[in-house]
Each structure stands twice: as C-alpha cells, then as structure tokens.
C-alpha cells in the first residue's frame, strides 16, 4: 500500500464466473446486496449504490473484460456527490483462476488527486484499508455459499 493505492487479494473456493457474478455488479463492495441484485457491468454507465449507514454512493463502470477485468470508479470520500476525477478513485477487480479456484484482487487507486483535506484523505485511506479485508471476506463468503 501507498499514500495513493490499496491493493489486497483473496483466493476464492468457486471458478471465475460465479465470482465475476459477484464483482460484475457494480458497486457491490459498498450496496446493500438486495439493492445491486440482477445487475452487470456496462461500460459507461452509471449506478448508485446505497448503503443503509454510508449513504449513497455514484458509481461509474470505466472497463469491463468480462469474467477477467472490471474497474470502476466511486467517490469514497463524499458520498452522494456527483463523480469527479477530483472526488473519485479507481477501484479496480481482476480474476485469475488458480486450479478450481479463483484469486479476486483489488486495487484502488487515485487518493493523492482526491481534493479534499489532508486529513479527509487520511481517514478514507485508513477505513479502506481496514475495509477491503471486510470487503474481500464478504465477497468470498458469499460467492463459496451461492448467495450471489
């Protein structure tokens, strides 16, 4: 980890499409999981993803290769607010399959061009730090118990 990037892994006991399922829905490290049900990555569009104790949060899909690649961008600093390159990072999801499994990495990047304060862009670096590991467990128990 960086001043300006997060990165962290997990291997997943299910092969890379059940997991893209997952990770194709955007937004779904932050949402409510009923909320982002039946959605799938298109790149270009755009999504807001609701948390019942974070807020709202603008989502915006940049890349998709499906069942490989997927990167978005959020504004983890300012929820609600309306996406910005000066507001957003880049939250990037690769796949690999490793035998029958799958590693899930994630790496988010751009918190140096967040213009906020120094302190604003401290704790959001801390609560993402703390938070991708939750993330990660998350995404893991969810794909290996099928509540995708």
């Known amino acids: ?11 997943i006991d299910a092969s ?3 997991v893209w399922s997952l990770v194709s829905a955007p937004g779904f490290w932050v949402a ?3 909320s982002i049900k039946g959605t799938t990555a298109v790149e270009g569009e755009s999504t807001v993803a609701k948390h019942p104790e974070h807020g709202e949060f603008p989502v915006t899909v940049v890349k ?3 069942t490989n690649y997927v990167a978005y961008r959020w504004a983890p600093a300012n929820p609600g607010q309306e996406l910005t390159e000066s ?23 751009g918190f140096a061009a967040l213009a906020v304060s120094e ?8 609560n993402l730090t703390a938070g991708w590991p939750q ?4 995404a893991k128990k969810r794909v290996e118990e099928s509540t995708v």
């Open 1 to 11: 980890m960086s001043d300006d990037m997060i990165e962290r892994d997990t291997l």
């Open 16 to 18: 890379v499409e059940r």
């Open 32 to 34: 409510d999981p009923e």
């Open 64 to 66: 998709v290769e499906p």
């Open 87 to 109: 507001n957003s990072t880049l939250v990037e999801f690769t796949l690999s399959a490793e035998g029958d499994k799958t590693r899930l990495t994630v790496v988010e990047s």
């Open 119 to 126: 302190e604003v862009r401290a704790n959001t670096i801390h």
């Open 135 to 138: 993330v990660l467990d998350m």
